[in-house]
């Protein structure tokens, strides 16, 4: 079984950087990809950033093109999403997810692991 624990949320002001960790265990492959995806009170969950383990490729959700970076250490079973210019509308439980596959995209269905999350909330 995957298991996947993120870390790094907290309380920041707007303006403000943070970086998440997520930690996977070992797999059984290593044609995977890795997404976060947040979740606003109220609204529905989104995808915000999502990278290739094998390839490296990132992608953006355009709430995120700019200001967020996502990256890995393949060494560490780490995916990072470092935040920057952070906004009170980014203040959301923010969670990785993992699937067997090269291709990313956002589509929670995709993913069968998943993280319990790590609160951001950005407020002055």
């Known amino acids: 079984q995957v298991q996947l624990v993120e870390s790094g949320g907290g309380l920041v002001q707007p303006g403000d950087s943070l970086r998440l960790s997520c930690v996977y265990s070992?797999?059984?492959?290593?044609?995977?990809?890795i997404a976060w995806f947040r979740q606003a009170p109220g609204k529905e969950r989104e995808g915000v950033s999502c990278?290739?383990?094998?390839?490296?490729?990132?992608y953006y959700a355009n709430s995120a093109k700019g200001r967020f970076t996502i990256s890995r250490d393949n060494a560490k079973n780490t995916a990072y999403l470092q935040l920057n210019s952070l906004k009170p509308e980014d203040t959301a439980i923010y969670y990785c997810?993992?699937?067997?596959?090269?291709?990313?995209?956002?589509?929670?269905?995709?993913?069968?692991?998943w993280g319990q999350g790590t609160q951001v909330t950005v407020s002055s």
């Open positions: 997810a993992l699937r067997y596959r090269s291709v990313c995209d956002f589509q929670e269905r995709n993913y069968p692991y």
């Open positions: 070992e797999l059984t492959f290593n044609n995977y990809n």
């Open positions: 990278i290739s383990r094998s390839t490296g490729t990132t």
